[in-house]
């Protein structure tokens, strides 16, 4: 089930009772959007996984995610397009949603703690320039058995 609520995302959800979830790209630049209050907040780029599977690393034009801990903070990066100044497709967007929701099913099959609440921004909407009503309906089915809170200003 989603959730819009129009408050900021960083003062109003007690962030490490749920999954951030945001877009980046393959580079991880993090300069704009939400992605740079997170980065600056969480240094993301710092913690991120030294050791990753060969599907993860760089870009071949197939969306996908990285999570990250950043200290209580669990983080699902989007990575939907290869370069900040990109914009990413309908199709690496959707890969990248469900190749998320198999790593947080994974990790809660392995037994991981794992939060079964999502907060994010209207995801891919903002400088990625995706539309939210076409978004939003793919967002639905990616994570439809979590609880996904949609953070707008």
Known sequence: ??????IDLFKEIK?????ILHCISADKAMGAGIAKPLQDTFKI??????KLPKR????NNK???VFVSCGDQLIGNL???ENYWGKPTYT?????????TQTLNSLHLEGFDVPNKIVMPR????LDKLEWEKARPMIETAFGSYDVVVCYI
């Open 92 to 100: 690496t967007f959707w890969e990248a949603l469900n190749d998320a």
């Open 1 to 6: 089930m989603i959730t819009e609520k129009q």
């Open 56 to 59: 993860l690393i760089g870009w």
């Open 123 to 126: 995801i891919g909407c903002g």
């Open 79 to 81: 990575i939907t397009k």
């Open 15 to 19: 962030l490490a009772d749920c999954v």
């Open 45 to 50: 780029r710092e913690n991120w996984p030294q």
């Open 63 to 65: 969306g996908y995610s």
